[in-house]
């Protein structure tokens, strides 16, 4: 196969079925960079972690042809395909101490005992638990056996780890702890990294790439910025942050953008053309919370109307405003608490204005 030497994984029309007449995944397609780190993202059963565990070798692919370093790997099984894996469960072997552990990749490779002991010593420092080598599993917290797991996948020096919701079972702080951790040891090691996970914030934080999954499709393949600033369909649009929608009928098509009037007959929106049919078709128009400006002067943004706020959270660096708006009593609208932020008061009634750019007409 002709392959750009830069690309370390390729996944070329790969389907895949278990019962030979639902496909799960369907015609996968997706080149990863050597270097880069690529999410799989998607709700359950969308798909990503079929993706992974073909990448792996734990499953075979239905159809299509998956490539590693240009060499085709179908018919390769797991332990020939020099992957490193972390799983959410850790897989550590309880009997080993956390030393044996990382040993044990490095013994089945032939290496000798010194060498060992030196990779082992540096796995260990690169993930801060120098000192833990002779404690076993069930004497470290989820935080450091995920630590060694993440260690044990990287000693042994492979192109490529892969990632199974590795961090799914730690509380909050310390899963975004190891999110930086994660996100630092794969910027200092330059190692491919292919990461699955149900966690829109963890694939923004962590990735080059967000591929996001549904229904055994990529909806969309983008860096984490474009995914949010320019999702391409209402589900990545809802998928990946908040997100406020509005429904409407298309009216007008000028150029880039379009006049959509709103259900009931609530307002005419001037909005980005995205994904939508032709004048007469009905269209979802997406608006992120902190893009509305409230309480401001009518007229002020390109888009004004008046909604009645129905709820106010106070969270420290903003307060969410949650406003009744074209039949959406679930608008949201996040105004910064900074110095000179507008007061509102619960059944207030008050004008939220936008740009038409940060507004996306997209599919209905």
Known sequence: MSESPDILVKFESVQKSYDGEILVV????????????????????????????????????THGEIYLDGVPINNVP???????????????????TVAENLAFPLEVRGLGKSEINDKVKKALDMVRLGGFEDRRPAQLSGGQ??????????VFGPKLVLMDEPLGALDKNLREEMQYEIKHIHEELDVTM??????????LTMSNRIAVFEDGIVQQLAAPAELYEKPDNAFVAGFIGENN?????????????????????????????????????RTTLSLRPERVIIGGTPGSSTNTLQGTVEELIYLGDHIRSRVSLSGNSDFIVKVPNSHGHVHLKEGEVTSLGWEAEDCRALDA
């Open 26 to 61: 369907k015609d996968f397609n997706l080149d990863v960079a050597k270097g880069e780190f690529v999410t799989m993202l998607g709700p359950s059963g969308s798909g990503k972690t079929t993706c992974l565990m073909m990448l792996a070798g734990f499953e075979p692919a």
């Open 78 to 96: 797991p332990h020939k395909r020099g992957i490193g894996m972390v799983f959410q469960n850790y897989a550590l072997f309880p009997h080993m």
């Open 145 to 154: 056996q995920q630590r060694v797991a993440v260690s044990r996948a990287l």
């Open 194 to 203: 292919v990461y699955v996970t149900h966690d829109q914030v963890e694939a």
């Open 245 to 281: 929608r509005l429904f409407g009928e298309v009216k007008s098509i000028d150029g880039d953008f379009c006049q959509v009037e709103l259900e009931g007959g609530s307002g005419m929106i001037k909005a980005l053309c995205v994904n939508i049919g032709g004048v007469g078709t």
